[in-house]
């Protein structure tokens, strides 16, 4: 039923994939590609990078450690109410990430609902910290691997489980060695969708954490100051940042594009 | 072969001490996430309803943004109305731009192509949903800005007695338009990989029955595809619409913000509450905050509306596929 | 007597009452229609399933009895299962699937290896150890579930429609092996099929279901 692809639609499907590569393309085009060694080699080029990278990986193994729990439980618990707790757990890949921001800052504020007992308690501030920018990076990065890893864990075939059960597993040992194998590509892709939503976050960690060169900007924050001061160096950061993020994650397209 | 489904179990087990451990765990892990999310949520909404018991109703319809001064005796004054018809003019502008390339890159991928094109494509397709919103930002801002600021002037020159491409000052950088154009490529994405899926469902024995009848290939579409598909299209348009109102730093670099009700979509001025809360947070005083937080409330209580549209209609569309 | 139901299994036009029990060195056949609940009798007993209402106990030990809220689950039960879809894990190799529920109870590595190694022999699959269940014809498939449930020397076996996903060639040879393994098998065995000739190759008695 597929027709053959004429040699016309070839170029339309050609000029197609330009067009939606041509952000990256005109970026690549214009980085000032001679003095890339000297401008990644200063200080607050390579702070932001760093702390990029750290709270990054950070969150994306945060998100791996409570996301993958939480969605075995969204899969297979029968407990009431699980839809209602589906929307909650959804609702930040909604919500707009300034405003996942604020809800953090009301939360965790210094005044916050919960940030000034955890200040008055134990002394402890979390706004404008690096933690803050990691936590900013879960909450908005989070959902999207439950969601990929729950639907894997749904589709995953029950039968073998109840076998694994019969067995003499128990539910813990059916977990580590039945369920997990079979999801894992998902878990992967999911990591890295994680993975590459903490590190291009802007709009929730500037709420709630601020744009502290050398403490919490992170790149996506050094790109959006300097264009108006240095342009030039925005574009290496950027460069710098589409290499990470598109880079991997093209890498990993077979593993990324199963998941889905 | 059996026809009986096994039914669910009930385990009411007496478990071994490591197995109530991993139950433990699992559900700790689980419900602590939902505590935090669940919490997050309920605090935005306390701490928003004070500021509206502080601020009135005029918060909504008042377009000044104005921390006071205490020198010049002003009393500070905050109204949202400019940002969020400016967040709404953009956003629609975007999904108008966006919806021929939605229904074209959906129609050409799903019926116009060869598997092994089409597997490189949607993973391009899928690659643009992953690239950093700055990245479209700085995009829109150093390469597009100077040529979109050219079409505007031309539209203006040619089109100008409409009142909507009127401009007051001849300056058409950082214009609506322009940042409409960014957001356009930015919702591409999501709104086409939903809109495909719908198509891709399409009854095949209808459309070999438009073939059988004579029908062209585009014929077939018409007949058959577009009227099936056509609440999935809408269903990936609005959840396109949720992200390009949420959409913060591409909007804040390629707009010019100002806080005056305006109309004008070629002009340098416009609003967006996204990028408006990013860029006062900073600095803002405790009353000011406030006002950015209930306007987060405000925006938020819109994208919740567009997304539980969206999340209704496509729910539906997939429900009457299946 | 090794295993005795008594009880009401399935439900709404499913719903059906049994009473039977099986003894040590006993092959019972299960036979009947599709849809009369063979398989869930099998389910019922691996605590895949909850009984309606009734009791099911093995060697004294009550294993389900909703009206007292007894209730053993499937790992404590001292029962295997071939199921009629085999559900081999596809990620583990014969000699891991053959291994795995000795190891879940808890024996060392190097003494499930060995007896597993043993059981592989018995049904004919030494070369096979590791080899992946998706590089296996039918009929191997077949043996490696049924080595699967030996290895762990149930009290009970249960046999799910054990010839119905084989190829002839492969079904001659399991109609072979299969009497053998449950001539010296020393549990209670239940057999679910729908082959007139399996029962008579195999059972010691039968149970008509219609």
Redesign the interface.
């Known amino acids: 039923?597929?027709?053959?692809?004429s040699p016309s639609?070839?170029i339309?499907?050609a000029v197609?994939?330009l067009f939606?590569?041509?952000?990256?393309v005109?970026?690549f085009v214009?980085v000032p590609w001679s003095d890339l060694g000297d401008m990644l080699s200063q200080k607050s080029t390579r702070d932001a990078l760093l702390i990029s990278l750290q709270t990054s990986i950070i969150a994306a193994l945060l998100s791996c450690?409570?996301?993958v729990?939480?969605a075995?439980?969204?899969a297979r618990?029968?407990t009431r109410g699980l839809s209602v707790?589906r929307v909650?757990?959804i609702?930040?890949m909604?919500?707009?990430?300034?405003?996942g921001?604020?809800?953090?800052l009301?939360?965790f504020g210094r005044q916050?609902?919960?940030g000034q007992y955890l200040y008055d308690w134990f002394n402890v501030s979390l706004p404008f910290t690096r933690t803050a920018v990691v936590m900013a990076q879960v909450?908005v990065a989070?959902p999207f691997l439950v969601l990929a890893v729950e639907a894997a864990f749904r589709q995953s075939d029950q039968g073998l489980e109840d076998a694994a059960r019969t067995m003499g597993a128990?539910?813990?040992r059916v977990?580590f060695t039945i369920a997990l194998p079979a999801a894992r590509p998902a878990i992967i892709a999911g990591i890295a969708?994680a993975w590459?939503?903490s590190?291009?976050?802007?709009?929730a960690s500037?709420?709630f954490a601020?744009?502290f060169p050398g403490r919490t900007q992170t790149?996506?924050m050094a790109?959006?100051e300097l264009?108006s001061i240095d342009?030039r160096l925005?574009?290496v950061l950027?460069l710098v940042?589409?290499f990470i993020?598109?880079g991997v994650?093209?890498a990993m397209?077979d593993r990324?594009?199963t998941g889905? | 072969?059996?026809?009986?489904a096994?039914?669910?179990?009930?385990?009411?087990?007496v478990?071994?001490p490591?197995?109530k451990?991993?139950?433990g765990?699992?559900?700790a892990?689980?419900l602590?996430?939902?505590v935090?999310?669940?919490?997050?949520?309920g605090?935005?909404f306390?701490?928003s309803t004070e500021v509206f018991r502080t601020f009135g109703f005029d918060f909504i319809t008042r377009s000044k943004w104005d921390a006071g001064s205490v020198e010049d005796a002003r009393a500070p004054q905050f109204g949202v109305a400019a940002m969020l018809l400016g967040s709404i003019i953009v956003s629609t502008m975007a999904m108008i731009f966006a919806l021929p390339f939605v229904m074209g890159?959906s129609l050409?991928l799903e019926?116009?192509?060869?598997?092994r094109?089409r597997f490189?494509?949607?993973?391009?397709?899928?690659?643009?949903a992953?690239?950093?919103?700055?990245?479209?930002?700085?995009?829109g801002?150093?390469?597009l800005m100077p040529y979109a600021s050219h079409w505007a002037a031309s539209i203006n020159k040619y089109l100008g007695w409409i009142p909507i491409f009127a401009v007051d000052r001849e300056n058409f950088d950082a214009s609506p338009f322009v940042a409409s154009l960014v957001l356009c490529?930015m919702i591409?994405p999501i709104a086409s990989s939903v809109t495909r899926e719908v198509y891709s469902r399409a009854p095949?024995d209808q459309i070999?029955a438009a073939y059988a009848l004579g029908a062209s290939?585009w014929g077939a579409i018409r007949a058959v595809v577009l009227p099936f598909g056509l609440s999935g299209l809408v269903g990936g348009m609005l959840l396109g619409l949720?992200r390009a109102?949420?959409?913060?730093?591409a909007v804040?670099?390629t707009l010019n913000l100002v806080f005056a009700v305006k109309f004008q979509v070629l002009a340098s001025a416009g609003g967006n509450v996204?990028s408006l809360?990013?860029s006062r947070?900073?600095e803002a005083g405790p009353l000011e905050l406030k006002a950015?937080?209930a306007a987060?409330?405000v925006?938020?209580v819109l994208?919740?509306l567009v997304?539980f549209g969206a999340s209704i209609i496509v729910g539906r569309a997939s429900r009457s596929t299946k | 007597m090794s295993i005795s139901l008594q009880g009401t299994i399935?439900?709404g036009e499913?719903e059906r009452s049994l009473n039977l029990s099986v003894a040590d060195g006993e092959v019972l056949a299960i036979t009947g229609p599709?849809?009369s609940?063979?398989?869930?009798i099998i389910?019922t007993i691996a605590?895949?399933?909850?009984l309606r209402s009734g009791h099911l106990e093995s060697d004294g030990a009550m294993w389900d009895a909703p009206d007292s809220?007894q209730?053993?689950?499937p790992e404590?039960r001292t029962c295997a299962v071939v199921f009629?879809d085999l559900r081999l894990f596809p990620h583990m190799n014969v000699i891991a699937n053959v291994s795995y529920g000795l190891r879940a109870q808890g024996v060392s590595k190097d003494e499930a290896h060995s007896r597993s190694t043993a059981v592989l022999a018995r049904v004919g699959l030494s070369l096979f150890a590791t080899r992946r269940p998706s590089e296996l014809s039918g009929g191997e498939r077949q043996r490696v579930a049924l080595a699967r449930a030996l290895v762990v020397e149930p009290r009970v076996l249960l046999l799910d429609?054990p010839l119905?996903a084989v190829d002839v060639v492969s079904r001659a040879a399991l109609r072979e092996l299969l009497p053998e393994v449950l001539g010296g098998f020393a549990g209670a065995t239940i057999l679910v099929t729908h082959d007139l000739s399996d029962v008579e190759a195999m059972a010691t008695r039968s149970l008509g279901l219609f």
Not at chain 1, 94 to 99: A, E, K, R, S
Not at chain 3, 37 to 40: I, L, P, R
Not at chain 3, 47 to 50: G, K, T
Request: contains cysteine; positive net charge; proline residues 5%.
């Open positions: 039923m597929k027709p053959r692809v639609l070839k339309v499907a197609a994939a939606v590569a041509l952000p990256l005109s970026i214009r450690l409570f996301g729990p939480l075995w439980f969204l618990s029968a707790l909650i757990c609702t930040p909604v919500l707009p990430p300034v405003v921001g604020i809800a953090l009301t939360a916050g609902i919960l909450f989070m128990s539910p813990s977990f969708l590459a939503r590190l291009g976050e802007f709009g500037i709420t601020g744009s790149l996506p790109v959006y264009v342009y925005s574009l950027s940042l589409i993020s598109v994650l093209a397209r990324w594009m889905q | 072969m059996q026809t009986t096994p039914e669910r179990r009930q385990i009411t087990a478990s071994r490591s197995d451990a991993f139950q765990v699992v559900t892990g689980a602590s996430a939902f935090v999310l669940a919490l997050i949520a605090f935005l306390l701490r890159t050409f019926y116009y192509i060869s598997r094109i490189v494509l949607v993973s391009i397709l899928d690659l643009m992953a690239i950093p919103s700055i990245i479209y930002g700085l995009w801002y150093l390469v490529l591409l095949q070999t290939r949720g109102l949420g959409e913060t730093i804040l670099l996204a809360i990013a947070f900073g950015l937080m987060g409330l925006l938020f994208t919740l997304n | 399935g439900r499913f599709n849809g609940g063979k398989s869930t389910h605590a895949l399933v909850p809220k209730w053993v689950a404590n009629q429609e119905s």
